[in-house]
């Protein structure tokens, strides 16, 4: 009996979960990515993130089934690998942003520390001033939370906490207005504290959205106000400026203050 071809596998798990199919589907992207990392530079190091990069591979295909695809089997399996090299690519990129986060980095005044330590600026540029990163634990999940992060985002916060480039030298890189680099940095500011909560937390993305929100509940007055315009109904801190009756940078204080209660109560629960 002839083997099945990578199109046949995929279109067969269309609907329906059938554990021999998928098992052979994997085993075929599994040998796939150790193809191309035995012939990438450096693809050795990769070598204990094989199975998150099948299940990323699989993903990306899930992905095309919602788009179509109408090419034969061979043009199939050439769209396989080409997914197979660019999830090893991101891994490796990822693996290399990871890794770098610890080494001694040099600021534009001459100081030298460990990217680590301005992690929390990066979630909120009001928490630097405040507290720093508490215990190593914690440390470790803002790592992860920004390596988890897509490409833009990373290269956005390296670049303006870390490098500490103008928001005029970013835009004029990517050809863009400075406003819209400065949204751009808070959104991705926003995806990392969100990042890091639900490190925290189980369940879907919903569900840690809705658990998030319940570890606020504990917050009164103003600060309690602040966070849920801002983590529920998506309002910016001059929006908010407005609804409190307060200057904006005193709303940007005060919602700094409120994301580092509620991290400290999600980070309390999940250890309870």
């Known amino acids: 009996m002839r083997p099945q071809s990578e199109l046949e596998l995929f279109q067969a798990l269309g ?12 085993r075929r992207l599994r040998r796939c990515v150790h193809w191309v990392l035995n012939r990438m530079p450096g693809g ?30 061979p043009e199939f399996r050439t769209y396989l690998y080409k997914v197979v090299v660019s999830a090893c690519v991101e891994a490796a990129n ?6 770098s986060l610890d080494a001694p980095v040099a600021l534009p005044d001459g100081e030298a520390k460990p990217l680590g330590d301005v992690l929390r600026e990066m979630v909120d540029p009001h928490l630097r001033a405040d507290v720093e990163v508490e215990t190593a634990e ?24 870390v490098e500490e480039r103008p928001i005029k030298e970013l835009a004029r890189a990517e050809g863009a207005r400075a406003n819209t680099i400065e949204v751009a940095l808070s959104r991705c500011r926003q995806r990392l504290y969100a990042a890091v909560l639900f490190s925290y937390v189980d369940g879907s993305r919903a569900n840690r959205r809705e658990q998030v929100t319940q570890a606020a509940q504990h917050l009164e007055g103003q600060l309690g106000e602040v966070f849920r315009a801002w ?42």
């Open 138 to 161: 914690e440390a470790s999940r803002v790592r992860t939370a920004l390596a988890s992060l897509d490409g833009r985002c990373r290269s956005l916060l390296r670049r303006f906490h």
């Open 15 to 26: 609907g329906r979960e059938d554990a021999d199919v998928l098992a052979e589907l994997s």
């Open 44 to 73: 050795h190091r990769l070598s204990g993130e094989v199975e998150d990069i099948v299940g990323d591979a699989r993903l990306r295909l899930e992905l095309l089934r919602h788009r179509g695809f109408e090419g034969g089997a």
């Open 94 to 99: 990822r693996q290399r942003w990871t890794a």
């Open 231 to 272: 983590w529920a109904e998506n309002r910016s801190p001059t929006q908010i400026s407005k609804q409190l009756g307060v200057e904006p940078g005193e709303a940007r204080r005060l919602l700094a203050r409120a994301k580092l209660e509620v991290w400290r109560a999600v980070r309390d629960a999940g250890a309870a």
